[in-house]
């Protein structure tokens, strides 16, 4: 049972565009959620995070929004830029469950220039 | 820079042949976990340590073990590598407080079994 899915395995935007991420989780427990940026050959690297008690969180060009009622979570990335391709993955956690997080399959997003 | 070293970054070794992969790291986080990924796929928790305490997943096999000497050092022993043990395997660290939660990665081993 996949607690958290990433249903778009790929994506392509242009250059400047916004790019949107999206994932889904199906359990209510999960109560902080999480962005990496993993490139070839290299660790995931974080990128924002974002905690149930907020709808949305902002850094610079990343932004995520939390929908509780929907189970869903969105990375907008304004404007896209080429040295953003990569590979993102959401994960999700339970709070003072000794930091276990559940990853999702992860979108490659190309950024054209 | 504070950071989370693996090592090597890239092991060859034969089917059934133990291998021990390495993870340090400089940020002094008390928590230290395993992740198995395989290609195209979620990463996977093995185990992490909490300080001393191991916890181990319930579906990870017993042909993976681990070891924490100290604070700094983790490492993973594949007793009986199969072809099907071929992933990369992502050491993580977290300082586990409540106002912080962030996992940070290693930049991995990539396993090859042949």
């Known amino acids: 049972d996949q607690q958290v899915k990433q249903n778009s395995p790929s994506l392509s935007v242009q250059e400047g565009r916004i790019s949107i991420l999206n994932c889904d989780y199906t359990?209510?427990?999960?109560?902080?959620f999480l962005w990496y940026k993993k490139y070839p050959a290299e660790g995931p690297t974080f990128l924002i995070s974002i905690s149930s008690i907020k709808d949305k969180n902002e850094d610079g060009r990343f932004t995520v929004f939390l929908n509780k009622s929907a189970k869903h979570l969105s990375l907008h990335i304004v404007p896209s830029q080429p040295g953003d391709s990569a590979v993102y993955f959401c994960?999700?956690?339970?709070?003072?469950?000794?930091?276990?997080?559940?990853f999702g399959q992860g979108t490659t997003l190309q950024v054209k220039p | 820079d504070a950071m989370v070293i693996q090592n090597p970054r890239y092991q060859v070794t034969q089917f059934g042949k133990p291998v021990t992969l390495s993870c340090s790291q400089t940020?002094?986080?008390?928590?230290m976990y395993w992740y198995q990924q395989k290609s195209s796929q979620a990463p996977k928790l093995l185990f992490h340590?909490?300080?001393?305490?191991?916890?181990n997943e319930a579906d990870t096999p017993d042909n993976f073990q681990s070891r924490r000497p100290n604070t700094s050092f983790c490492f993973l022993d594949i007793r009986s590598p199969g072809l099907g043990d071929a992933a990369m395997y992502l050491c993580?660290?977290?300082?586990?407080?409540?106002?912080?939660?962030?996992?940070?990665f290693g930049p991995g081993t990539r396993l090859l079994v042949l």
């Open positions: 940020l002094n986080h008390n928590v």
């Open positions: 994960a999700a956690g339970i709070s003072s469950n000794t930091g276990k997080l559940i």
């Open positions: 340590y909490y300080d001393k305490d191991f916890n």
């Open positions: 359990n209510s427990m999960f109560d902080y």
């Open positions: 993580a660290t977290s300082i586990l407080s409540r106002d912080e939660e962030t996992q940070y």
